[in-house]
């Protein structure tokens, strides 16, 4: 028996045991994957993968693609090559191929498509985003699941959820909102004002720890009269809740131990910081944080204290919003952009102007469809890595655990090109590995975590300068609110954004009297598509829902990215319907 991690983009990092057949199951010892993984890993051996390099549709040896790899990056200017990776694999070793192109003096795709504005508003008021594990979360009475939905993303969070008063902030009704105490069914970018309104309330009702404020912030009473500044009216229309549900949560909260988990539904918008950022002063107003079950957790910085090689120096693009069209070679590395950025047409557009583009994957997508150079990767059981999780803090070791012929790994691709255009070649894998482990991890009961865990999550200290939390003083909600419905952008549980199985309909609500199958027309300034339907009771009267992955998730998805943190706004827009006859 091997063990190893999985390297999915996932709350969860399992812990795998390997047999000699290759069969995966969940390490039973593992205090957060306790013996089970999800379906993905379940089935990974049934999703058929790319196996051998093609170019211009012909299969080709390995050798054939990397010298033909080698001839493009010679004949277009470094200037006008573009390195873009997605997130299909978040070990550490996969940042290695930045290195050759930042020393190739390529530019590099920089920014998100997934939680980077929230992130930049945890920081700004925490100056460091740390996570709430599952273990963290057992000792909590309360949960609010707030924009997060464990049972799809999460999974191994939901033993910590039992027998907790269960509190959902969601426009769906997720599978969780029918056991929770109270689903507050909120509108879409509604998050902001809620968690304003909670911080009014609060203060009205004095429930506010007035020690840990005093003691561990900076800026109250700025941010008090901030809020008190915002018509009551106004909050409560622009979140759509009544004062009854809210009366309800507070109810629910006073005085107990709450973790509120927030996951990216929150922030898929243009001031997404800032929707963190007060989900994070009512947190700082209940004296939350630094507390045994308490405080608020959102996707991490796995990285956080640790020392990460690949720290590179180079000209970036920004990756949401990149303008593949600019560039000659296109380099794109565990990703589908043509699926999973926002504005598809955009994205089109761009890499039809592209003279070369090279996908560098596991399986075969939309981008591979249009690739010239298709190289093959090695799966995570053929290369060795190392992952740090953004929902806990275990150190998942990920040893290669088998020799195989197909594809070629990142490490040794990156050691090539290196080679080949005579810059210095890497440390050892081991090496650079070990060293990223040991810049801050300790042992415990048999296990490696991040050492910054030793104490609960700020127990001892903020992050920002002056070691305080920071309360915000304003914020900018530039949306203009135009007729149509809201489409929701969310995860399913059969695919891992557009890996192994994707679901294809458009979800719409009941009361649009629409047949299953029936097919409509979207549209919006950023495109126009249709869509089979299926029709469902989860969703309010005002939106519509496709899961990430779907093949046209992206055709009306704007081309912007957010205030601060360089992030796409998958729901920053609205569109119309009509039904197709
Ligand atoms: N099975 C599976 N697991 C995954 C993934 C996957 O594709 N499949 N993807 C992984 C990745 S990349 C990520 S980033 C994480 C994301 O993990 P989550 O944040 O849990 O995922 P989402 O489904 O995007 O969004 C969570 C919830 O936000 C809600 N939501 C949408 N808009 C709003 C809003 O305006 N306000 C509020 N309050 N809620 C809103 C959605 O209805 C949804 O229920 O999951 C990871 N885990
Ligand atoms: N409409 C809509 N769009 C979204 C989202 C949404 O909810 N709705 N979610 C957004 C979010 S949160 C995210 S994180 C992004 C994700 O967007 P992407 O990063 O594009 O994610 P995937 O679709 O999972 O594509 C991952 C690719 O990585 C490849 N891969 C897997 N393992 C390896 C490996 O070891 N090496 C190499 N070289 N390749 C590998 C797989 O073949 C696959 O093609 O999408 C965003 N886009
Ligand atoms: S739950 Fe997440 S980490 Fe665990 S096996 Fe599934 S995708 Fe991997
Ligand atoms: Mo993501």
Redesign the pocket.
Known sequence: MHFTTC???CFDGCSIAVSKELKLKGNKAHPITQGYLCHHLNHFHTFE??EEPRYLGQSIKMEEALTILQEKLNTYEPSRTLFF?????L?IM?GV?KQFFASHRAVLASG????EAGDAGVCEGRGANLCLSPLHVKDAEVVILWGRNPTVTNSHMLPSLKGKTLIVIDPVKIDLSHHADLHIQIKPRGDLYLALLLCRLVAMEEMEDCTFLNERTLNYKDFLDFISGIPMRKLLDKAHVNLDEIGELLHLIKGKKVSILVG?GVQ?YSFGHSVLRAIDALGAMLGLFGKVGCGVGYLSNSGFGYSLPFKVDAKKEPLPIANFGKYDLVFI?????L????CTSKVEEGLDKAKCIV???????E??ARAHLI?P????LA?DDVKLSYGHPFVGRMPKIVESPI?I??YALTQMLLAAFGHDSLESEATIIEKVIASNSVEKDGFLISKTYEDLPYEKTFYTKSGQFEFMDEFDDDFEDEEGFYLI???QNK?????FVTDEYLYVPLCLGLEQEERVRLTNRYGTCEYAVMPTAILRDDCLL?????KN??RL?PHAMSQEGNC?T?QEMKVRLEKVT
Request: charged content about 15%; some cysteine; proline content about 5%.
């Open positions: 390297p999915l983009d993968r790319i990776k997605g997130s299909g694999n070990g996969q191929t998100s498509l997934c939680d990216i898929k590395q565990g990703g589908n952009p699926n999973q950025m926002p996908y560098f994957g596991l399986h075969e997508n981008t591979s190289i990767a090695k799966t995570f290369k594809g790994s990142e952008a969310a995860k695919s891992l954004n557009s890996q496709l899961y990430s992955g779907a998730a992206n998805t796409a998958y």
